[in-house]
Each structure stands twice: as structure tokens, then as C-alpha cells.
């Protein structure tokens, strides 16, 4: 090399292809409570992890994030330490940065791009959005975002989860005026009632709901959109409406017992332990009985959430019953592994076909078919096959049924002119949010069906922006116009 190209060349940054692990509470201990089971990062982890991130010239990692936060600036401030310069970054995107930072299924989107992974770990951008996000929290002043000037439009969002967080909370930002209607007492959708307090802390999602009614959005609780006002009414007293109710109507198996005592949907199991306390078990008495055999019938993030609670609960045995086998298993791959550490047993390939009673009503067991996987169906994965003569029981006193959810029907029972889907999803054009009725707007659960806190987030971004463009008059309502 010659002198000048030695000066010209830039020193080759080496790459640590190992992650930094995130300290969490050992299993025996967390088995037995209800507080957070990961600790997050301290400054030092955390910037010793922001280290390994490459700074690519072209993040493939946004890419890979449905509301496009800039993930390279955020890394890149907590590499140097500026942590109040990573959350408003973070910020200009993601209104929830403290919950996506801990459920979204990170390891199939931006970490699955990101470049330090197709060698070796892929840096934990998860894990480092969650530490900017608390850094934030234990500052006394929030970062509050920009407001626009007040437009004098007004806008009403129905349903307080993630996709009607990111409406109201981008569209406040742009200088509307929001009312945000919640069917329960406390807003938040899945992440209050549903996600348990060992994965996401309620005082998170508070935090989290505080912040966007601190830029200006108004929160009326106990207030159900077709019942206690119909969409039209709503409709009269706004220039806009975006639905987005979720996914909320629990599926049954369809076989005999399910109305015995004992058996819960997940949707009735984690509702009554998040919003009625039962996770402070056993500090405060719990509307939910402590059983000692809990059978979990499903294999996704739900069902994981329920099989872990009745441990804490103090279940002595806490199982996981899934018709497939372990490969198929559509949980996070983190929570699989939290669930197993915590001592649930699984059953794969185990279908439930009967629940059986005492005579009081109580169940006592259910009876199972074994099943073998045979060629894959339409969602891609093996079908499962009953073993012929393959019967056997568990001996079983509580079962939660974990197999999935229905959109929720309030507004389409209740409102003629929305279409919908066959299974009651709301139909709303995919680049634009709007929906068969005008001046409406759908994202999320409402209209995917049950999916990911961030895709339900990627489609209220989607649907503010289009409405913005109307309220704006920059666009005309047309429903087949493209954003
Ligand atoms: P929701 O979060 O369901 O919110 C809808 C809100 O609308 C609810 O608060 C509801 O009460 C309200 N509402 C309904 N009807 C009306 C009405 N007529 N009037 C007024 N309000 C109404 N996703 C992940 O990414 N990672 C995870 O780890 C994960 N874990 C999960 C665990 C559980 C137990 C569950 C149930 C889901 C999980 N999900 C997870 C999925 C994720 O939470 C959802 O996809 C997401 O919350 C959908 O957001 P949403 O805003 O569309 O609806």
C-alpha cells in the first residue's frame, strides 16, 4: 500500500457478532410472580450493543419496520451516549416505543434484515428501543413532539389500541382536534387487558397513553361506539372517524364441555387478571380460582401468556396442549423459551376432543387424540391428522381456550353501510385505511384479523396520513384513489 491510499483508507471497524444479553429475573423466582421478567439494559449494555450496529448506508432494518422508525439514528445516538437524541427519534415515528421495544416480533422484522445477521447475532434493536424509551421515563420532563397549528377539523377514534394510539396520536400532531372513544375503562386494547403484566407492565402502557393525551388527545372511557352512540352519530359531530376495535371475539373449539366451570377463553383468563387485579395474586384475592392442573389450548403469543400466568397463579402444572408439533409452533421464539424455563409442560401434536365433568359441574379431564402432521395446508404448514384409536385423558380441574379471535362485531352489527369481510373484518382499502363508508377509516385487528402490535401501528400510520390528505382538502373522498 502506498503511502497516499494508507492515509486515504478508513480503519476497518471489527464486528462483534455476539449480542449482549439482557439481564432477566432467574426462572424459579419469576415462576412465582408477576413482575417484569426481563430487567432491560443498564447505559453500558446498552451502548455496548448499539456498538455492534454497522451504520449502513442503506438500512435494510427500516425496511423492515412497518412504521418506518430510523433505526441506524437511534442506535447511533445511544452509541454516544446522547440517550434524550435516540428517543426523539424514535419518537418522530412511534408514539409507543416503550411497548414495541418489548413485544414486537422483532427477530421477523427489523432484526431479521439487519446485516450483522446474516453472520451472527443480529444487533438487539428491540431491546435498545425499550432502553431508550425508559431512559426517557426516568427523566421528570417528557419529550413532547411538535404540534402543527390547530386545523379545526375534528376527529373520533374508536378504540384505544395500538392502531387508534398511532391515528390520534399523528393526527394530533398534525393540528386536529381528537376524541378517543374506549369501550372499557381503561385505554390501551390488547396491551391493558390482554399482554400480562411479566411482559408488559401496565404503568408502561399508562405512561405510554399519558403521552399522546399530554399533545392534546382527548380519552372518554366506558363509551361503546354503536351502543352508547351509533358510528353515524359520531359521524355528524366529526369531520372524521377511524375504527379500530380489534379483534376481540374469542373462537371455541365446538366440542363437548366447553360450558363446564373452569373453562375460560384467554380473552375472560387475562382480562380478569389485568383489569381486575388478579395479577397481584397474592397480594389481593383473584376473581379467578387458583387451579392446580391448567391445561393452555393453543400455540401462539396468547396462549403462552395464559400457560405462564396459571404458573404464577400457582398452578403445580401448567401445560401447553397444540394440534401441531414444536417447528409449527407460531409463538415468539422468546416466549417459547420463557414458557418452557418457567416449568409449562407441552403436549404437541395433541388435540382436545372432549372435556369432561364431575358432578358439579367442575371439569375433571379432557380427552385427547394424538395427531401426526400430513401435508401443509393453506396457511403453509403441515396438517395436522387424528391417530386413529390414539384417545387418552388428562386429568385436568381449569382449561383456557387460547385458538384465536374474531374481529369485533359492535360497529358492523350495528352499522349497515360498512362492509365487511366473511369472517366480519372490516374491508378498508390497504394503502389508504378508508373503508366502504365515507369519512371512514378502519385499521388493525378491526380489519386484518388478530395480527402484531406493530402491524396494527403500520396501519393507523396509513390511515392518518390519508385522512390528513382529506382533512387538508388535498384529496377529494374517492375510494379508489391511491395515497
Ligand atoms: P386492540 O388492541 O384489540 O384494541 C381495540 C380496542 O377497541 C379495545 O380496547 C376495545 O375495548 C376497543 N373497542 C372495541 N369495540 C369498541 C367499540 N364499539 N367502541 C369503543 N371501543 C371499542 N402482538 C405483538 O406484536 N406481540 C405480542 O407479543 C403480542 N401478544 C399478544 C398477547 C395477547 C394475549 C393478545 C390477545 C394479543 C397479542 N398480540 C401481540 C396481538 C396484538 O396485541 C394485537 O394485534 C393489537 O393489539 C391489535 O391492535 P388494535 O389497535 O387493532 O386492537
Given at each position: 500500500m502506498t503511502q497516499e491510499n494508507e492515509t486515504k483508507a478508513k480503519p476497518k471497524k471489527t464486528v ?38 454497522l451504520q449502513c448506508k442503506k ?425
Open positions: 462483534n457478532y455476539v449480542r449482549v444479553d439482557m439481564p432477566k429475573q432467574p426462572p424459579h423466582i419469576r415462576r412465582r410472580n408477576f413482575q417484569e421478567v426481563a430487567h432491560g439494559y443498564t447505559p453500558d449494555l446498552a451502548v455496548a450493543e448499539a456498538l455492534r450496529c438500512p435494510f432494518c427500516v425496511d423492515g419496520c412497518p412504521v418506518e422508525i430510523n433505526i441506524p439514528g437511534f442506535i447511533r445516538c445511544i452509541a454516544a451516549r446522547e440517550f434524550t437524541g435516540a428517543i426523539r427519534v424514535l419518537k418522530e415515528k412511534n408514539c409507543l416505543p416503550a411497548v414495541c421495544g418489548r413485544v414486537c416480533p422483532q427477530e421477523e422484522q427489523c432484526e431479521a434484515r439487519c446485516v450483522v445477521g446474516k453472520k451472527g447475532e443480529a444487533v438487539a434493536i428491540g431491546r435498545l428501543e425499550r432502553f431508550a424509551a425508559e431512559m426517557e421515563a426516568k427523566k421528570e420532563k417528557l419529550e413532547l413532539a411538535e404540534i402543527d397549528k390547530p386545523t379545526g377539523k375534528k376527529v373520533a377514534v374508536v378504540g384505544s389500541g395500538p392502531a387508534g394510539v398511532t391515528v390520534a396520536g399523528d393526527l394530533v400532531m398534525r393540528g386536529h382536534e381528537i376524541t378517543m372513544y374506549e369501550a372499557l375503562h381503561e385505554a390501551g386494547g390488547v396491551l391493558t387487558y390482554g399482554i400480562p403484566e411479566f411482559r408488559l407492565p401496565k404503568r408502561v402502557v399508562r405512561r405510554e397513553i399519558s403521552y399522546i393525551r399530554k399533545l392534546g388527545v382527548n380519552l372518554v372511557t366506558d363509551f361503546v361506539v354503536g351502543k352508547t352512540k351509533s358510528l353515524e352519530r359520531l359521524l355528524d359531530e366529526n369531520d372524521a372517524v377511524f375504527i379500530g376495535t380489534g379483534a376481540g371475539l374469542p373462537w371455541f373449539m365446538n366440542i363437548p364441555g366447553e360450558n363446564l366451570n373452569g373453562v375460560y377463553s384467554a380473552n375472560e383468563y387475562l382480562t380478569r387478571m389485568n383489569l381486575m387485579g388478579g395479577f397481584k395474586f397474592p397480594r389481593s384475592s383473584t376473581p379467578i380460582k387458583a387451579h392446580r392442573n391448567v391445561a393452555t389450548i393453543g400455540g401462539g403469543n396468547v396462549a403462552m401468556d395464559c400457560a405462564r400466568t396459571a404458573a404464577r397463579l400457582g398452578a403445580e402444572n401448567s401445560y401447553i396442549v397444540y394440534r401441531r408439533s414444536e417447528k409449527e409452533l407460531p409463538a415468539r421464539l422468546e416466549e417459547y423459551e420463557n414458557a418452557e424455563e418457567e416449568n409449562v409442560i407441552f403436549h404437541f401434536l395433541t388435540l382436545p376432543v372432549k372435556l369432561i365433568g364431575d358432578d358439579k359441574g367442575w371439569l375433571k379431564e379432557i380427552e385427547c387424540l394424538r395427531m401426526e402432521l400430513g401435508e401443509p395446508d393453506a396457511s403453509g404448514r403441515r396438517k395436522p391428522i387424528p391417530v386413529e384409536g390414539s384417545e387418552f385423558r388428562l386429568p385436568m380441574d381449569a382449561c383456557v381456550v387460547a385458538i384465536g379471535n374474531s374481529p369485533n362485531p359492535i360497529i358492523p352489527d350495528t352499522t349497515p353501510d360498512i362492509e365487511t369481510e366473511k369472517w366480519g373484518n372490516i374491508k378498508a382499502d390497504e394503502a389508504t385505511g378508508k373503508t366502504s363508508m365515507e369519512r371512514v377509516w378502519a385499521g388493525g385487528d378491526i380489519v386484518t384479523g388478530a395480527a402484531t402490535v406493530i402491524l396494527a401501528m403500520g396501519a393507523g400510520r396509513v390511515a392518518a396520513r390519508s385522512m390528513h390528505k382529506y382533512l387538508m382538502g388535498e384529496e377529494q373522498w374517492n375510494q379508489d384513489s391511491q395515497d
